[in-house]
């Protein structure tokens, strides 16, 4: 069965600093996707990482993907205050899953001055 | 360009009883996919359907169902409700496997079991 493993599961991060969520996953996929989620909210599409090498910005975020080594990291620079939110990573397994995420425990960020 | 639909929003419901809620895809997607988020379990995967075909199931108990009707749109059903019940139920559309979109979600509906 495929596991999905975030780290950290919780980061305080000081605004200003760089900081970087990690994501690591069990069965060889080469599509996962990164979402942030407000509390009390859905889940919002950050990234869709469709291949290895394959690396996405969007302002202060950058999602990379090496399949080989099963692990995608989120790098988020010089954090501000509108970042805190809950990051889940997800991954499905080509030919195999049929439109199922399994998705990782989520890391919860706090940003504070 | 109108995004993934569900309602109710909200739902209260006692233990014993049956609900059903709703997801409107996007337009033009096929696939929609349900989940479960609650804190201790975290987003678990009910199940998916692609054309009015349940393709994928999630481990849940039969209590569970799902259908998918011809313009895409899908409910899911709980009967026989239980307190673990409690949860905020997601719906995710796609156009298909491996989309460059990935999949997008609803706003969810919250339901709690009294």
């Known amino acids: 069965e495929l596991k999905v493993e975030q780290n950290p599961l919780f980061l305080s991060m000081q605004e200003g600093k760089n900081y970087t969520i990690y994501c690591n996953y069990s069965t060889t996929s080469d599509r996962l996707y990164w979402y942030r989620q407000d509390p009390g909210k859905s889940l919002e599409s950050l990234f869709v990482l469709l291949s290895n090498g394959a690396v996405k910005q969007e302002g202060r975020l950058m999602a990379s993907l090496d399949t080989k080594a099963r692990l995608s990291t989120l790098h988020i620079t010089a954090a501000v205050h509108d970042l805190s939110a809950t990051y889940f990573c997800a991954v499905d397994i080509p030919a195999d899953s049929w439109g199922k995420l399994q998705f990782g425990a989520g890391t919860q960020v706090v940003v504070t001055p | 360009k109108a995004g993934v639909t569900q309602t109710p929003r909200y739902l209260i419901k006692t233990r014993g009883q049956q609900v059903t809620l709703s997801c409107s895809p996007i337009?033009?997607?096929?696939?929609v996919s349900w989940y479960q988020q609650t804190p201790g379990q975290g987003l678990q995967f009910l199940f998916e359907?692609?054309?009015?075909?349940?393709?994928n199931k999630g481990n849940f108990p039969g209590r569970f169902s799902g259908r998918q009707f011809s313009n895409s749109r899908s409910e899911m059903n709980v009967s026989t409700l239980e307190l673990g019940d409690s949860a905020l139920y997601l719906c995710?559309?796609?156009?298909?496997?491996?989309?460059?979109?990935?999949?997008?979600f609803g706003s969810g509906t919250r339901l709690t079991v009294v």
């Open positions: 337009s033009g997607h096929r696939s």
């Open positions: 359907y692609f054309s009015e075909t349940q393709r």
């Open positions: 995710a559309s796609s156009l298909r496997q491996g989309w460059p979109g990935g999949y997008t």
